[in-house]
């Protein structure tokens, strides 16, 4: 009946932890920076030898850099990024022979 008795005691007696003084948060953390990212400034007219440019199913050619899409002009030779205006504009259509 002893170790009832004193489990008992054991059980009644409160046990309450000190109050901890409130510690301080770090406000100076320093802030990681963020990676800076480098835009790769995309031409609006590059010139591209025809032998590594593809061939459209209408004939037109076209080269893709850097995931752009480039037609070319058969007046000048160069490959123009492409805008929905060439599909309207003769220079950017093949002489039919």
């Known amino acids: ?3 009832i008795s004193l ?6 007696k409160k046990s309450v932890p000190a109050a901890k003084p409130e510690e301080k948060k770090q406000t100076t953390i320093a ?6 990212v480098v835009k790769t400034p995309v ?5 591209v030898n025809d032998k590594v440019a ?11 850099l850097e995931g752009k899409r480039y037609w070319k ?4 030779g ?3 990024l492409y805008h929905k205006s060439m599909h309207t504009n003769d220079a950017f259509r093949p002489a039919k022979l």
């Open 1 to 3: 009946m002893g170790g």
């Open 7 to 12: 489990l008992l005691a054991a059980c009644h």
């Open 31 to 36: 802030a990681k920076p963020k990676p800076s």
């Open 43 to 47: 031409p609006s007219v590059i010139v």
């Open 54 to 64: 593809r061939k459209s199913v209408d004939g037109r050619l076209y080269y893709d």
């Open 73 to 76: 002009n058969y007046q000048d």
């Open 78 to 80: 160069k490959y123009y």
